[in-house]
């Protein structure tokens, strides 16, 4: 109930292409969806995150899809750079409930080709 | 600057000994968390901290002990009772622990066995 299942493990992509990231969760009670980005040797840094009483939301190059019914959501990187190549991990939490702590996936290694 | 600094960024552990990483945040952040990465296996929870002089364990919190003195500093100690103590080590910072506030996160240190 309380994972949140993330795919692929990891991902190549060619340099203009689109990377796509899913994350299927369990727990009806989550409300809070962030990506995290992380490059290595560094800690994870917030890329975007969604709410579940929307279905898309977009910030440049990046787009969370959110679907409530199938409790999944994703992440688009449009026009993928080498600069995006990163380890990214999705995660949820329920704020209002009893626990505020993040459930993070296993975290998927996206390498962009120039 | 405002963030999480953590310290050492490597660290080594000889056989029996406790070793203590340090973790100071000048976000003015009431909560506060550590979390061990292994290879494929994301982000999980060992201690967090919602308030000074309050603290709770996570999901893995056998072999480690923490404190919570002061608002900015969240000190983590891998006891010699972790039997697998090598991961890195990432400390997280947020506003309120009940709040869809995004976590910071530091740089991390690195474990590695002598």
């Known amino acids: 109930q309380q994972q949140v299942k993330q795919s692929p493990q990891s991902l190549i992509v060619q340099k203009g292409g689109i990377s796509i990231i899913n994350c299927a969760y369990e727990?009806?009670?989550?409300?809070?969806f962030p990506w995290y980005q992380q490059f290595p040797g560094k800690g994870p840094a917030l890329l975007i995150a969604?709410?579940?009483?929307?279905s898309e939301k977009k910030e440049g190059r990046f787009t969370i899809s959110f679907n409530k019914s199938a409790k999944q959501f994703s992440l688009h990187i449009m026009d993928s750079q080498p600069g995006d190549s990163a380890t990214y991990f999705c995660?949820?939490?329920?704020?209002?409930?009893?626990?505020?702590?993040?459930?993070f996936g296993k975290g998927t290694k996206l390498s962009v080709k120039p | 600057d405002g963030g999480i600094t953590q310290s050492p960024k490597y660290l080594f552990r000889k056989e029996g000994q406790n070793v203590t990483l340090s973790c100071e945040q000048n976000?003015?952040?009431?909560?506060m968390y550590w979390y061990r990465q292994d290879p494929g296996q994301g982000l999980r929870l060992i201690y967090y901290?919602?308030?000074?002089?309050?603290?709770q364990k996570g999901d893995i919190a056998e072999g480690y002990s923490v404190s919570r003195e002061k608002k900015e500093s969240f000190p983590l100690t891998v006891t010699s009772a972790q039997k697998n103590p090598t991961a890195f080590y990432l400390c997280a910072s947020k506003g309120q622990l009940y709040s869809n506030q995004p976590q910071h996160f530091g740089d991390g240190t690195r474990l590695s066995i002598l």
């Open positions: 995660a949820a939490s329920n704020y209002g409930g009893s626990q505020g702590n993040l459930i």
């Open positions: 901290s919602q308030i000074v002089n309050d603290f």
């Open positions: 969604i709410r579940p009483d929307v």
């Open positions: 976000l003015n952040h009431d909560a």
């Open positions: 727990n009806t009670a989550f409300d809070y």
